[in-house]
């Protein structure tokens, strides 16, 4: 799958390693859900951040 969009593909990216890495971690689904929120988060904001200065670059 091939989006036009590499923010998009980040992001998607960034949502499917935290939700990977939170089943890993935690056996419980409430920890799973926070922690891999916690981490899309992270991630996401990383991606902005990192496009941002991109685009500046």
Do not use: P, Q
Not at 42 to 48: C, E, L, N
């Amino acid at each position: 799958m091939i989006f036009k969009s590499h923010v998009l593909s980040m992001l998607i990216f960034a949502l499917i390693v935290s939700t990977l890495l939170a089943f890993i971690k935690y056996n419980d689904g409430r920890h799973i859900f926070r922690y891999a929120l916690k981490l899309f988060l992270y991630m996401a904001g990383g991606v902005f951040l990192f496009s941002w200065l991109m685009y500046f670059i």
